[in-house]
């Protein structure tokens, strides 16, 4: 009954299920189990840790409820018996993998952990294999699909499938992406698998979408594919893979000719029924093909986007928001869908976002409460409290939020948050389960060769600081020198990046929304660059951005160039006000730019299968 209530999103219900069970028969290994994955869920990661313990403890083989464990500790920072845990944890998966079981980890977790190229690619394709399975069920025809574009007008139709267009990161980065579409060109459907949030991000890709379909209340996913191939779709577009929402059986049935994976999921999707991933050079070069199970499709830039130039245009302003600074002009570029101009320049050049005194239009500020906005997905937490009196009472929920832009800049300074006004500040953003041993190794290693510095991080969740602090004692940093803030709402999280001096990126899973906010906010970036797709986002950011200096090899060289940046003022001084001027000559921000490229790489992609070729790696 629990699992049952679990799959229909009653959470309470199935939690009080394994409770029960539990009270009944205190040694049910799995309904400790089970309890304890509501737990991690709701973002309860102590409670988590402590009923997959029980589990382990009364069946000690118990591969699941291990792997989760693994997770959990994870997020926290938790690396007692790290090396043994790892070791432990590629066991187990390689044993499942052998014997073909579907893995106990998951995919979008699996970058985490020291598997190999070929392990995480099959932990996809097991999962991939799944869906498969289940629509298998449904024994359903194949589809039909246009041989040419006449029914369509000889436009290009284009479907953006996710459960994201809302309050989340995904929108937050392209919620500009439909309107910017050339529709002389492409018709642009947007196929919503969640309820609608009623937010302005929700309401911006509805009203600029050409077609806007909420699949949310359609649950059978034979039905939602069927109505997906009714419109004749010609590119079908997964904005999920594998992370929360996703409902990868559409893709599975198959109702759309070409599909491809796009943006929301750092990976390959490891499925036969998908045909391409959009990526760029730096992000998967082709001597690293062999990670993918899709073909390869080369934006010309870098496949990441980010919709800051209109989501943020008050960053722009130098100063900290003294008061008397007037921004009550200000309002995000191209936002309203009835009078946003076109842009009509050529796919593949890189334009720039227009001057902050070229913004002109009025901002409309609308009351509310402030809440605190989505971060990242994997590992969240529920500590995802606001932080404290560092936003002004004047802003309504949707300017916290991001929806609309504060009619003025707020005053920021380090001392709102307790940072030193004398030291340099080293940042990182990202949730606390991107952090490994390695990385903390660095980042000690650097706070020591700067004594005059500190690192700036997030208590993403609250319960990782204290491990973390620990960490960083016992490799001979300064307790004063760790400094956690909480999580902020997404417009201060972005502005109050301007105060670091460097953000020092995370190797193992890169911060990808969180690196486009701190390179916004102007701060630069130093970033390892590793193999997988995740580890490679940041340098794919810094490479667009004109910042390649910043991308390091070794982690001697990443050690390297933040203390040469931090020893020498001059220096730092020089690159930040670099990284200030490419945020509007660079590609990076250039979401129109980037939209008229990305229906240029889904017309290459059209134009193979026209001609009756397979799917093969394409450029722009």
Not at 20 to 36: E, G, T, V
Not at 144 to 167: E, H, M
Request: net charge neutral; aromatic share 8%; charged share 20%.
């Amino acid at each position: 009954m629990g699992n049952t209530l679990k799959e229909m999103q009653d959470t309470q219900g199935a939690l009080q299920c394994y409770t029960r069970a539990i009270q009944i028969n205190p040694a049910f290994a799995d309904a400790h189990s089970n309890l304890a994955s509501i737990h991690k869920d709701s973002g309860n990661i102590p409670e988590a840790i402590q009923s997959y313990r029980m589990a382990l403890k009364l069946k000690a083989d118990f591969p699941d409820a291990f792997c989760n464990l693994a997770h959990c500790l994870q997020i926290i920072c938790d690396w007692s018996d790290y090396e043994a845990r790892m070791k432990k944890l590629v066991s187990i998966v390689g044993e499942q993998l052998e014997k073909n079981r579907l893995p106990s980890v998951h995919p979008h977790h699996s970058m985490l952990y020291p598997l190999t190229h070929d392990m995480r690619r099959a932990i996809a394709n097991r999962h991939g294999n799944l869906c498969s399975d289940r629509v298998a069920l449904l024994h359903k025809r194949p589809y039909t699909y246009p041989t040419d574009l006449s029914a369509s007008g000889g436009r290009l139709r284009i479907g953006y499938v996710s459960s994201d267009f809302g309050n989340h990161p995904t929108s937050h980065l392209m919620q500009s992406i439909p309107g910017f579409h050339d529709q002389r060109h492409v018709e642009v459907f947007c196929y919503a698998l969640s309820p609608d949030d009623q937010t302005m991000f929700r309401r911006r890709v509805q009203h600029e979408a050409e077609h806007f379909v909420d699949l949310s209340s359609l649950p059978c996913n034979g039905q939602a594919a069927d109505r997906i191939n009714q419109d004749g779709i010609h590119i079908l577009v997964n904005m999920n893979g594998y992370t929360k929402g996703a409902r990868n059986e559409i893709f599975a049935l198959r109702s759309a000719p070409i599909q491809v994976m796009w943006l929301g999921y750092p990976g390959t999707s490891g499925a036969t029924f998908m045909d391409y991933i959009v990526s760029d050079k730096h992000t998967s070069p082709l001597n690293l093909a062999h990670l993918y199970s899709e073909k390869l499709a080369y934006m010309p830039n870098t496949f990441f986007v980010g919709d800051h130039a209109q989501m943020f245009p008050h960053l722009l302003n130098e100063g900290h928001g003294e008061p008397g600074v007037d921004l009550s002009n200000v309002k995000p570029l191209y936002t309203d869908p009835v009078t946003r101009q076109r842009d009509t320049r050529v796919a593949g050049k890189a334009g720039g976002v227009p001057s902050f005194a070229s913004v002109t239009a009025n901002t409309t500020m609308v009351n509310g409460e402030l809440h605190a906005s989505s971060t990242e997905r994997a590992g969240a937490s529920a500590d995802a409290a606001t932080s404290t009196a560092v936003v002004p009472a004047s802003f309504s929920a949707r300017v916290a939020s991001g929806e609309l832009p504060p009619a003025c800049l707020p005053f920021t300074v380090r001392s709102q948050y307790n940072l030193p006004e004398d030291k340099i500040i080293f940042c990182n953003f990202n949730q606390l389960y991107k952090i490994d041993p390695r990385t903390a190794k660095m980042w000690a290693n650097i706070l020591k060769a700067v004594p005059n510095s500190c690192i700036w991080l997030l208590r993403f969740p609250m319960h990782g600081e204290a491990n973390l602090l620990a960490t960083m004692t016992r490799l001979g940093v300064e307790r004063d020198q760790v400094i956690f803030s909480a999580v902020a709402p997404k417009e201060e999280h972005v502005r109050r990046g301007r105060l670091a001096d460097l953000c020092l990126d995370t190797p193992l899973c890169n911060g990808h929304t969180t690196g486009m906010d701190v390179l916004w906010a102007g701060t630069p970036m130093v970033t390892l660059r590793g193999e997988t797709l995740a580890s490679r986002v940041a340098a794919s950011q810094l490479f667009t951005l004109g910042f390649p200096d910043l991308v390091a090899e070794t982690p001697r060289q990443y050690e390297e160039i933040a203390i040469r940046l931090a020893s020498n003022p001059a220096l730092l001084r020089e690159t930040k006000e670099k990284v200030k001027r490419a945020r509007c000559m660079s590609a990076l921000f250039d979401t129109k730019q980037y939209a008229l490229d990305l229906q240029v790489l889904f017309q290459k992609m059209w134009a193979r299968h026209e001609k009756g070729l397979p799917a093969d790696h394409i450029a722009i």
